[in-house]
T-cell receptor, first 112, second 113 residues
Framework: KQEVTQIPAALSVPEGENLVLNCSFT??????LQWFRQDPGKGLTSLLL???SQREQTSGRLNASLDKSSGRSTLYIAASQPGDSATYLC???????????WGAGTKLIIKP | DGGITQSPKYLFRKEGQNVTLSCEQN?????MYWYRQDPGQGLRLIYY???????QKGDIAEGYSVSREKKESFPLTVTSAQKNPTAFYLC????????????FGEGSRLTVL
């Protein structure tokens, strides 16, 4: 069964720390992997899309890596700020069925 | 500004009534999606459409219906057959066909009274 797992489910860190969020997937045959953030009561905002042929993508203080062989992606957030507090979700598009498989998310709290 | 617009933002419905949620995009995307999000649960796919006049059921299509008469629009009707319709509904569209980057609207919260 194709699954996506995000650990931990929740994370609380002091402002200014660098942190890593994890996303694991069960099948290496993927088209791409996408990271999103969701603020309470809001829609999802796309952060980074990594295609199958890529190893990493960067946007500002965010860096996402992809290791298909180990079935892992990490989202690195540098110099965290209270405004980074949100739920972060990853979604994997598997080759076999085209549809996105979603992780349950990591709820991140950055303490001032 | 390009984007996805969902309306209404909040909707209250009496039991037994059908309601329609609007989703409009001006991103020129071919693929559009409807998801349902419940507290503490992940996103679940209701319906998706890869092209005008064509759509497919997702994992939880029962009690819902859609149409795709125009590229820009993908309305979702929550029918009285949906047994537990109170939820947060999210519309999305994808660039580059069905494997492209996904973009979301702000969501519609439906509450059944």
């Amino acid at each position: 069964k194709q699954e996506v797992t995000q650990i931990p489910a929740a994370l609380s860190v002091p402002e200014g720390e660098n942190l890593v969020l994890n996303c694991s997937f069960t099948d290496s045959a993927i088209y791409n992997l996408q990271w999103f953030r969701q603020d309470p009561g809001k829609g999802l905002t796309s952060l980074l899309l990594i295609q199958s042929s890529q190893r990493e993508q960067t946007s500002g203080r965010l860096n996402a890596s992809l290791d298909k062989s180990s079935g892992r992606s990490t989202l690195y957030i540098a110099a965290s700020q209270p405004g980074d507090s949100a739920t972060y979700l990853c979604a994997v598009r598997y080759v076999s069925n085209y549809q996105l498989i979603w992780g349950a998310g990591t709820k991140l709290i950055i303490k001032p | 500004d390009g984007g996805i617009t969902q309306s209404p933002k909040y909707l209250f419905r009496k039991e037994g009534q059908n309601v329609t949620l609007s989703c409009e995009q001006n991103l020129n995307h071919d693929a559009m999606y409807w998801y349902r999000q419940d507290p503490g649960q992940g996103l679940r796919l209701i319906y998706y459409s890869q092209i005008v006049n064509d759509f497919q059921k997702g994992d939880i299509a029962e009690g819902y219906s859609v149409s795709r008469e125009k590229k820009e629009s993908f309305p979702l009707t929550v029918t009285s057959a949906q047994k537990n319709p109170t939820a947060f509904y999210l519309c999305a569209s994808a660039s580059g066909g069905n494997t492209g980057e996904l973009f979301f609207g702000e969501g519609s919260r439906l509450t059944v009274l």
